[in-house]
Nanobody, 125 residues
Framework: QVHLVESGGGLVQAGGSLRLSCVAS????????IGWFRQAPGKEREFVVG????????YYADSAKGRFTISRDDAKNTAYLQMNSLTPEDTAVYYC??????????????????WGQGTQVTVSS
């Protein structure tokens, strides 16, 4: 089992950047595939970006391509989401999620077993 805690959210102007962190405790972090999701007010939670556990290959939702970058530092048990060129449409609570192993590109909520509490990102125009 792994426990996830996100941080790094805040208020930023349009065009700005933020880096979110997700610190994991529990089992070996490198055994887990990682995903970032977000939920805007009045909307369902949606997939943003994911990283496979074995190859560290990444995959992105269209809304994130070219602007967001996922990375991980297994020595620090931490995953990151670098977000650039932010727009008001990126305003949401951002969640990191983890699942043990697997070989696919997991982009659905039910495919992840562990979730953080979320961190608020607000982008002003």
């Amino acid at each position: 089992q792994v426990h996830l805690v996100e941080s790094g959210g805040g208020l930023v102007q349009a065009g700005g950047s933020l880096r979110l962190s997700c610190v994991a405790s529990g089992r070996t972090f490198s055994d887990y595939a990682i995903g970032w999701f977000r939920q805007a007010p009045g909307k369902e939670r949606e997939f943003v970006v994911g990283m496979k556990w074995s190859t560290d290959s990444t995959y992105y939702a269209d809304s994130a391509k070219g602007r967001f970058t996922i990375s991980r530092d297994d020595a620090k048990n931490t995953a990151y989401l670098q977000m650039n060129s932010l727009t008001p449409e990126d305003t949401a609570v951002y969640y990191c999620a983890a699942r043990l192993g697997g070989s696919y590109q997991y982009a659905e909520e039910y495919e992840y077993d562990y979730w953080g509490q979320g961190t608020q990102v607000t982008v002003s125009s």
